[in-house]
């Protein structure tokens, strides 16, 4: 069984050009989800163009986080943004896929890639 370790998640984001990128350290799940929740609201305020999820950083999400980026891709569709998933670990991908939401998603190998699409 792997080691799992109970890692506090940061947030953090920052504009480039017509994008915002938000990145992800740490765990996704029940109790952090809301920190992650908070800063896709304070960013989609601003309607950006394109909302770039980095989740290179995250080795576990749960239901609640993929709820919280379902949540996200719905407001940002009221807007006409768009949102792009990159970077993520096989663990966090594997559960994405489970939950058959890599075909929702627009999902890319990195951030050079989804801030070019």
């Given at each position: 069984m792997a080691d799992r370790r109970n890692t506090a998640l940061t947030v953090s984001s920052r504009s480039e050009g017509r994008a915002v990128i938000i990145t992800a350290v740490g765990d996704v799940d029940l109790t952090a989800s809301p920190i992650l929740r908070q800063?896709?609201?304070?960013?989609q305020a601003g309607k950006p163009f394109r909302l770039v999820v980095d989740l290179g950083g995250v080795g576990y999400m749960d239901s609640s986080g993929l709820a919280t980026l379902v949540e996200a891709m719905q407001q940002a569709r009221k807007t006409s943004s768009v949102v792009i998933l990159c970077a993520l670990t096989d663990?966090?991908?594997?559960?994405?896929?489970?939950?058959?939401?890599?075909?929702?998603?627009?999902?890319?190998?990195?951030?050079?890639?989804?801030?070019?699409?």
């Open positions: 800063e896709l609201k304070k960013v663990r966090v991908r594997s559960i994405f896929e489970i939950a058959r939401l890599d075909s929702v998603f627009t999902i890319t190998s990195n951030l050079e890639e989804a801030l070019a699409k």
